[in-house]
């Protein structure tokens, strides 16, 4: 396991209510294209902080990377609804696009 993913667990492992550190973990996970363990991650920390919206974008790409891609679609739309609900219109746009970009 390399040093970087080791590390990551740790600290999820050390702050389990983080959302910032599941991200991280996740993201690594994605980066290395371990597109399952990541999906995981993503999963959990979205059941846990919905309005973590940063994580709607590669959560959904990782569903992608699996062939899943209703799930993405859907992760999406949540992430868009989050985004409206916060104001965050940026956010929201970019979702917007990748949920086009799906089809």
Same mark, same amino acid.
């Given at each position: &396991? ?15 209510? #983080?959302? !910032? =550190? @599941?991200?991280?973990?996740? &993201? ?9 363990? =990541?999906?995981?991650? !993503?999963? =959990?920390?979205?059941? $846990? @902080?919905? #309005?973590? /919206? %940063?994580?709607? %974008? ?5 569903? /992608? ?23 965050? $219109? @940026? %956010? ?5 696009? =990748? ?5």
């Amino acid at each position: &396991m390399p040093a970087r993913l080791e590390i990551l667990r740790s600290l999820v492992v050390q702050g389990a209510a #983080d959302p !910032f =550190a @599941h991200y991280g973990l996740a &993201m690594e996970l994605r980066t290395q294209g371990q597109w399952q363990e =990541a999906w995981q991650i !993503f999963e =959990a920390l979205l059941q $846990s @902080h919905p #309005d973590y /919206v %940063a994580a709607y %974008a590669p959560a959904a790409d990782a569903l /992608v990377s699996l062939g899943r891609n209703e799930e993405a679609r859907n992760i999406l739309r949540q992430g868009i609804k989050q985004c409206e609900c916060k104001g965050q $219109s @940026h %956010a929201r746009d970019q979702l917007q696009a =990748a949920l086009a970009a799906i089809g």
